[in-house]
């Protein structure tokens, strides 16, 4: 690495607390400097380059610097670059509002704008309740999670997330979700689906607990909140499409919210536009964010109905209205950017494309199934995730100190590729930009770095 390479790094150690890390790593595992990048590719100073397997944390679906994406920023900052959206407004987001609305699932009509997807999450939760508040039902303070879902890191968003990695610091400052069981199709956890199984058996049985928690809970409840059919942080656990169908019916018949996390299933990650498509549902919050801007901008919307924007309607002495705001809400270059991936989603069938590639995907992966170290391969549309075991077929874990996922990681990285794990669990979620034959080399490179993994 050269000098300058070397100085970046120890700059950002000397002053960047980075992400979901705990920074002592960096005293043996290197941070990997980044200068550019160029659809799936990311290069580093001295031409150092890593297809990103994973779309720098799902977001950048169609590629870095994709150029509609830049040439529409570009001129978008000619003209406005910010004013805020309280009591003003501008032609990005009113665009941008109605285009969602003709694309999304029903009668989702009304876009409230937030930076990240954690923030969208607050506001589902805030506006469900509120929604009951203004409609005579104060007591409905309670929602309903799966268990292993994540919805961020803000305190509203890790509250009604069930993953202890990322919660459990803070539970004592969190209010307490109803957590249910979730239809994990996968085989290594506790709960999940027995062998023989068919997915939609198992979603079926393990709907039981949902009903039986709506049954109990229902007056007390705002809504329920999941990730349609991926449960991406918490391991990409995954469900079939007939929960989604069996929940929405329970929630009309309970009269209790659904919210629809989609900031990481939508935009065509299952295959389909939004994953509530595949159960033909309409939620009645949809939250959006990482594709919506096609990885470049950070913007977040969380879309609700007609029905619950009629309850907070009214003269403002009736103490009804939605005081919720953040200071970016609705910029105009965020806003410009997702319309501009709005654009490339018009230009071809792209679920159909993402279907194509997912199916290569798996062909070039699918020997993993009988790896001895390999308990589950599991895949929802591009998104493909492989779970390490010291026992495959016996479902028995690795030691989690053992980190037998990062060390897929630096293999990937050696060889440069981007395949970030989540614990022992190895996934793809790669841009749709990517080719075949970059699949192709992608599953070898991973593939590789299991046997090296796996091997002692």
Request: proline share 6%.
């Amino acid at each position: 690495m050269s000098t300058d390479s070397d100085d970046l790094v120890r700059r950002s150690l000397a002053h960047v607390w980075h992400p979901c890390t705990q920074m002592k790593d960096h005293e043996w595992l290197p941070l990997v400097p980044v200068e550019r990048a160029e659809g799936a590719w990311l290069y580093g100073p001295n031409g150092e380059r890593y297809l990103d397997a994973v779309s720098s944390w799902w977001t950048n679906i169609f590629g870095h610097r994709h150029p509609h994406i830049v040439e529409r920023l570009k001129t978008q900052l000619d003209t406005l670059d910010h004013a805020m959206l309280a009591g003003f407004t501008h032609p990005p987001v009113v665009e941008l509002s109605e285009r969602l609305a003709a694309i999304t699932p029903g009668g989702l009509s009304r876009c409230m704008y937030a930076d990240n997807g954690s923030s969208a999450i607050e506001v589902a939760l805030k506006m469900s309740h509120h929604y009951w508040v203004n409609s005579g039902q104060p007591q409905r303070t309670r929602f309903i999670a799966l268990s292993g879902s994540y919805h961020g890191e803000t305190m509203g968003a890790l509250a009604v997330s069930s993953t202890g990695l990322y919660r459990d610091a803070y539970k004592a400052l969190l209010m307490e979700p109803i957590v249910v069981q979730a239809p994990d199709c996968g085989v290594m956890d506790p709960g999940t689906r027995a062998p023989g199984v068919s997915w939609e058996d198992h979603a079926r049985r393990t709907f039981k607990e949902m009903e039986a928690a709506l049954e109990a809970h229902a007056h007390e409840t705002a809504a329920v909140i999941v990730e349609p059919m991926l449960q991406c942080a918490g391991g990409m656990r995954m469900w079939p499409p007939i929960y989604l169908k069996l929940l929405r019916e329970a929630c009309d018949r309970h009269g209790v919210h659904l919210i629809a996390d989609e900031i990481a299933t939508g935009f065509c990650r299952t295959g389909k536009l939004f994953a509530c498509e595949w159960a033909d549902i309409e939620p009645d919050f949809l939250c959006l964010s990482k594709g919506l801007t096609g990885g470049t901008l950070p913007l977040a919307v969380c879309m609700t109905n007609e029905q619950v924007y009629r309850a907070f309607y009214d003269d403002y002495s009736s103490g009804k209205a939605f005081l919720h705001s953040h200071s970016y809400t609705g910029n105009p270059l965020t806003c410009t950017a997702a319309l501009a991936t709005l654009d490339i989603l018009e230009e071809r069938d792209w679920p159909a494309h993402v279907r194509k590639l997912g199916q290569h995907l798996w062909n070039q992966v699918s020997e993993l199934t009988r790896h001895p170290h390999v308990a589950d391969v599991r895949q929802q549309g591009f998104v493909l995730a492989i779970d390490l075991a010291a026992d495959g077929p016996g479902r028995v874990p690795y030691p989690a100190g053992e980190r037998r996922g990062l060390r897929v990681y630096q293999h990937g990285l050696s060889q440069g590729a981007l395949l970030r794990p989540l614990g022992n669990t190895v996934y793809f979620m790669p841009p749709y930009c990517v080719t075949e034959e970059e699949i192709d080399w992608m599953a070898g490179v991973a593939i590789e770095g299991i046997q090296r993994a796996t091997a002692g």
